[in-house]
């Protein structure tokens, strides 16, 4: 080992975390996961520092030292100044991907009125209101999607179709038919349908929670918390909020639908972000087992927008509640921050993210008239439909969208240790903050790095201290860790 040889070497791309005593690489070209130990250590300081290793002849055997070396050369966190790192050819998915999940906007109407709704609020992008669009879906459209649905699922044994809206249980005896359709289809072609829904709660009747429970229909709940919370935005239509009415149905629904966990979504907005409380009033005092938190989509001028010190508060408070599940998962407890449990998932699975979620490619949203949109928040908009359910997937737009969505297209995020998880973020945000579904999310980049930062640390902290809890991420599938909203 020479000082030429050494000096002529450099750092490359890694984000370096510590855990549980023990100090981590992730890397970001391979979504690796690396421990240090202290040779490895040491040579990478050396390295950053641009010195030789030498010195370190005293502290380590030159045996270890180059074994170390070779290795951190091998997983490519220290490269030969000036050699860049051979580029991997960009990749387009197979034609013909398998549909995994399709998402039915069985309406596009609602009850609510939120003031935030990217759907009927300031930044909607959809046509509604002046006809274009039915505000119902047919029983015979839902049909015909059930059958692209199948088509469309290749080899895959089990379709996942979830029923969204406007509020989806407006159009309750389409749902109920398409169920059934789905059932009896699914079963003559040899596979089965996975179902669930998301709704506002407000009109989950009893016989309406019984057919949900009896089909097996996995819920998720938009609320934001507690009614202080969600009587901000999500009101009815005369502005009077929704909380007292939605409670008591949520809480029968909670006590009679036992054969799918029910979760909740929340949207987070500048005016409250108070996750703890939500999260805690959410759980304990309502009994959902699960609850996700997502930022609102809106234009950056609306004044429930959250800007920069409103996404370093939501960290903040983020970090503090994943101390608990951290605590809990320690002691292999159940809690019910779902944001956490996903990225850990991911983080354990080595995900590296070609683009952000499945949209346009494994998941696919239908507007009411059964045009084919990438995903259910551009159900409708015609600059964002890949076909329809009759005519199936236009594969010369979808292969155009694929290519023009590429993380390697997004040369913002090539320098960035988050983009194997991120890749540029939703196109939705992009489409409602740029103008461009294309364009990545630049103005949440520091709240991505700060999550994702935490969310290596407590994956570092579990690995070395529980390792047994990750096992469970080796079975779940990924339809089970998204959540539609
Ligand atoms: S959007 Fe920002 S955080 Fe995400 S990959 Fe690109 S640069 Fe990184
Ligand atoms: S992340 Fe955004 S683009 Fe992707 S499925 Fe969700 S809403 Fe659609």
Known sequence: MTATATT????????????????????????????LDECASAILARVGDGGGLEE??????????????????RVRAIGVRG????????????????????????????NLSCTYCYEYGEDKIVDTENGRKPKFMSAETARE?????????????????????????????????????????????????????TTNATLLRPDVIEFLAENRVGVTISIDGPKEVQDQFRV??????????????????????????????????SHDLDVRKIFQHLTEEIGFREVGFAPVTSAPNRQYSIADEGFDRMLAQFRSLAEDFLAAALENRHHGFSNVKDTLEEIHKGVSKPY????????????????????HRFAGSDSHKLGTVRSGIDRLVQIGFLEKHHIDHKTDCSQCWARPLCAGGCYHEAHTHYGESAHPNLHY??????????????????????PGYLEQFDERTEHETSQVN
Not at 154 to 161: D, F, P, W
Not at 445 to 466: F, H, M, P, Q, S
């Open 8 to 35: 002529a070497l450099e750092l490359r791309e890694f984000h370096r975390f510590t855990a549980a005593g023990t100090e981590f690489l992730y890397l970001a070209p391979s979504a690796a996961i690396f421990a």
């Open 83 to 110: 050699v860049p790192e051979e580029k991997v050819a960009r990749q387009l998915p197979p034609e013909n991907f398998p549909l995994t999940t399709m998402v039915l906007n069985v309406t596009n109407q609602c």
């Open 356 to 375: 952000p979620c499945g949209a346009g490619l494994g998941l696919m949203g239908v507007s009411t008239d059964g045009d084919v949109a990438l995903c």
């Open 445 to 466: 980049c520091e709240w991505i790095r700060g999550w994702t930062d935490t969310c290596l640390k407590i994956y570092g902290e579990i690995a070395v201290r529980n």
């Open 145 to 197: 999607s059930v059958d692209f649905m199948l088509r469309e699922s290749g080899e895959n044994r089990v379709a996942h179709l979830t029923f969204f809206g406007g509020e989806t249980l407006m159009n309750l005896p389409v749902l109920k038919s398409t169920i059934e359709y789905a059932r009896q289809r699914a079963a003559e072609v040899g596979k089965e349908v996975d179902f669930s829904l």
């Open 56 to 73: 370190l002849g005293a502290h380590f055997p030159v045996a270890e030292l180059e074994e170390t070396l070779a290795e951190l050369i």
């Open 236 to 269: 009815f239509h005369n502005g009077a909020g929704s909380y007292e009415i939605v409670a008591p149905k949520i809480a029968e629904l909670l006590r009679r639908h036992r054969t799918r966990p029910i979760g909740a979504r929340v949207t987070l907005t």
